[in-house]
Every structure is written in structure tokens, then in C-alpha cells.
């Protein structure tokens, strides 16, 4: 086994890592053992009083998420405010080993029940250093393996504070943060740009297709026409086998077996259920969130929703975009008004809503537009999950030790 371990490293219950490398538990790198978060309940978000931070305040890659910010008003909040180099951790459910390290930017936070506070000891530990560990497919392992108990998931502070990590030593831990931090200055900056680009597509749709900013060589008021003399209700069945579609908000009307979370196959005789072409249109059962989904897909779907087809030539990109507009949705909410949540609207409840159309040039026009546009906003991201994967590799390299820095 010894000849297989390269000069100047050694064999660890972690692995192989470099000689000056410690393997330490959580809790001895920390001034406390994992302090559990108030239990009280969220109040409606006022600058008088700190911003609670729940599990559900905490993005996927670890970050603040400042919408739908709530406050704590508790006489007991006071030794649950985060402070510089803090780390929780998620203790329970679908999102338990989830991390958030405490940035001072983000405001004042108390922590809540359902997380467990470590403070990190900076003579011992780089907090950076701590959450990074804390991305690595081996953290990940190992919250898999300690959360597996009969019912919901969890781990409670006396497991996180057994986690054993790969300690380097200080001054390259600093390092090692310092060269993790150009990466994470390259996805911030990513990703703001996405959100620029996508604000201003809001604002291109928000002119475009309310008719208030006109492309050159469009000129004159646009028609108004009620939506059932553009699009019609259509109840063509299918006679023979063909994919299952379902409608979605994030991904419009797609294959069943496309989605992550597997839908329930309806099983035996599927002759009820509607036929939909490419460049049909469905009201969704949210529908009345706006819920009108295009489909690039030909295929069967419940014939519990409304599948509807074109009447007259139309830019299918157009109205898609105009569909998901704050404009239409207004339109929608005020033709609804007496539809409780949770209920799908009816063909006579669309077909009445007054929506524009423009000439079928000037519509193309605006798609192109738009596309373009979406185009843009793709690519950035594309870029944004390329910048992720160099840091996820460049992490696998150096919290391992594979790759020294010079410190």
C-alpha cells in the first residue's frame, strides 16, 4: 500500500492527503459544538427588526435569497444573530447538509430552529476554507450516509460536529480560498449580467408587446381582438399511440418522461385523452397564474386541460412571449376575478380576454427580437455553468491536495 502513496503525502480514513495536512473534526476546528437556531415565527419583514433567516432563505449554491425576506420579533433573538465567519448548516428534510457562511451584506440575521450555527476558530480554520469543503461530492457522501434514518432526513450538531475534513495548513488554506475566490468573483459577476440581461428582456417585452416601443417601419394603432376569435378550443382525439405530454410552468408543454420528478403513467384506456400539435397552446391547471404553455411537442395530454389551436396565421413566438406578460396576466387576473386558487380557467373564461393583433409582419418582427434576446440570455449562462464546472474541478484539485498552491 506505501508504494502507491506519492513522496510527500500519506494515507488518511480521508484518503490520500499531503504529509502537513491534518484530518480534523468539525467541532474541534470550532468554538462551539453546533448551537440550534430560535424557534419562533417569521413576522411580516420590517427594517425595525432583524431578518430571519430560514432554510428556505438559503439558494441551492449557498447564498442570502433577499426575496420574500420575513423578520423575527422574539425578547430571545439576541445570542441567535449571526456574526462574521458563521456557517449553518440544514438540519433536516429534503435540504438537510445545505450551508450558508454569514456575509455581513446581507444584513442582520437570526438564524432559525431548523439550523445548526458553527463558529469557526480562525486560528484553526479559514470559514471560506470551511464552506467551500462543505460543496465537495466527499461532504455530500457523507451527509447521505449520516442523514439515511427511518423517516425524514437529519443530522443534529453532535454529527456535524464529528465530520471529519482535510485540514491544510493556515496560511494555505488562506490561499486556497484566495484562489477559489477569483472563480467566485467570475460567477458573481455571471451572474449579474444574466440578471441585467434579463431585466432588459422584461423591459423589451413589457414595450414590444403592449405596442408602446414600435420597431422601425411599424407604424399605426394596433387591433384588439377577443382571444376566441384568435384561438379555438380544440377536443381532437388521437387513434393511435403517441408520447404523453404534461403542461409546466418552467418548461412549458414537454414529454412526461422529460421531467426530473416522475408523474404518475396514466395506465389503461387513453382514447379521452387530446390530441396536441406543435404550436398548440394549453391552459395549464394554474392557469390562473398565467399558466398558458406553448408546446414544441406533438403528443396526447389529459383531456383535463384546454388545448388550444390557431385560428388565423400568427407568430407562435409572439404570442408565447405575450402569454407570459405582465400585461396578459393582468388581463387574465381582472377576467378571473371570483376563481379561487388552485382553479384552472375555463375556454369561455380566455376566449373573452381582449389580446392584440398585430400584422403577422410585425409580429415576426418582435419575435426576432425577443429571441434574440433569449439568445443572448443562453449563452450567458451557458458561460455561467462553465465558470461553475472550472471551480467544481479546481475544487476536486486543491481540497484534496492533488494540487498544492505556493503560500
Known sequence: MKNNIPQGYKATPLGIIPQEWEVRRLGDLCCNQG???????????????????????????????????????????????????????????????????????????????????????????????????TNTAAYWYWVKIISQRSGQPGINAAEYSSLQLPVPPLAEQKKIAEVLGVWDKAIEKQSQLIEQLTLRKRGLMQQLLTGKKRLPGFSGEWRKEKAGSIFENSSVRSNKLEPLLSATQEYGVVPRDMLETRVTMPSGNLSSFKRVDIGDFVISLRSFEGGIEYSKY??????????????????????????????????????????????????????????????????????????????????????????????????????????????
Open 35 to 133: 448551537d440550534y437556531g430560535i424557534n419562533a415565527p417569521a413576522v411580516a419583514y420590517s427594517n425595525d427588526l432583524p431578518t430571519y433567516l430560514r432554510i428556505t432563505d438559503i439558494s441551492d449554491d449557498g447564498k442570502f435569497i433577499i426575496d420574500n425576506k420575513a423578520s423575527v420579533n422574539s425578547p430571545n433573538s439576541e445570542s441567535y444573530h449571526l456574526k462574521e465567519g458563521d456557517i449553518v448548516f440544514a438540519r433536516t428534510g429534503a435540504t438537510v447538509g445545505k450551508t450558508y457562511l454569514y456575509d455581513p451584506a446581507d444584513g442582520d440575521l437570526v438564524f432559525a430552529g431548523f439550523l445548526i450555527r458553527f463558529s469557526p476558530n480562525e486560528q484553526k480554520i479559514v470559514p471560506y476554507y470551511l464552506k467551500t469543503y
Open 298 to 407: 406533438s403528443g396526447i395530454i389529459s383531456p383535463a386541460y384546454t388545448v388550444l389551436k390557431k385560428k388565423h396565421n400568427v407568430n407562435d413566438i409572439f404570442y408565447k412571449a405575450y402569454f407570459k406578460s405582465h400585461e396578459f396576466i393582468q388581463r387574465l387576473a381582472i377576467a378571473v376575478i371570483g376563481i379561487r386558487d388552485g382553479k384552472q380557467i375555463s375556454y369561455s373564461d380566455f376566449c373573452y380576454i381582449r389580446i392584440p393583433l398585430p400584422s403577422f409582419e410585425e409580429q415576426t418582427a418582435i419575435a426576432e427580437v425577443l429571441t434574440a434576446a433569449d439568445r443572448e440570455i443562453e449563452l450567458a449562462q451557458q458561460k455561467l455553468e462553465l465558470l461553475r464546472q472550472q471551480k467544481r474541478g479546481l475544487m476536486q484539485q486543491l481540497l484534496t491536495g492533488k494540487k498544492r498552491v505556493k503560500y
